[in-house]
């Protein structure tokens, strides 16, 4: 299995973005898949997760109200939607598979930056 995030870019603060996590390989089969961020000097943070079945998702207290985690089955494809974003969200955004609920995030993506000027 193969995660491919994309999405990032330069933006200012106040602006949108939308993440994607493109899954590749074996027939894909998730318990959970999840974003991260990590910014140079700091441990990589949770950002948001979503059950893959259900669909329910979760939040960190940081982005709750602004962004929005989703997921479509048929393309095996997670996103981020990122809304009033700050200067503070600025970071390397990873996502990750969690195979099974016993499991660690087992398989992450290359990450993709996300830079909001102020």
């Known amino acids: 299995v193969q995660l491919q995030a994309s999405g990032g870019g330069l933006v200012q603060a106040g602006d949108s973005l939308r993440l994607s996590c493109a899954v590749s390989g074996r027939p894909f089969s998730s318990y959970r898949m999840g974003w991260f961020r990590e910014v140079p000097g700091k441990a990589r943070e949770f950002v948001a997760a979503?059950?893959?079945?259900?669909?329910?998702?979760s939040y960190a207290d940081s982005v709750r109200g602004r962004f929005t985690i989703s997921r479509d089955k048929t393309r095996n494809t997670m996103y981020l939607q990122m809304n009033s974003l700050r200067p503070e969200d600025t970071a390397v955004y990873y996502c990750?598979?969690?195979?099974?609920?016993?499991?660690?995030?087992?398989?992450w993506g290359q990450g993709t930056l996300v830079t909001v000027s102020s």
């Open positions: 979503i059950l893959w079945n259900p669909g329910t998702p």
């Open positions: 990750a598979s969690q195979l099974t609920r016993t499991l660690d995030y087992g398989s």
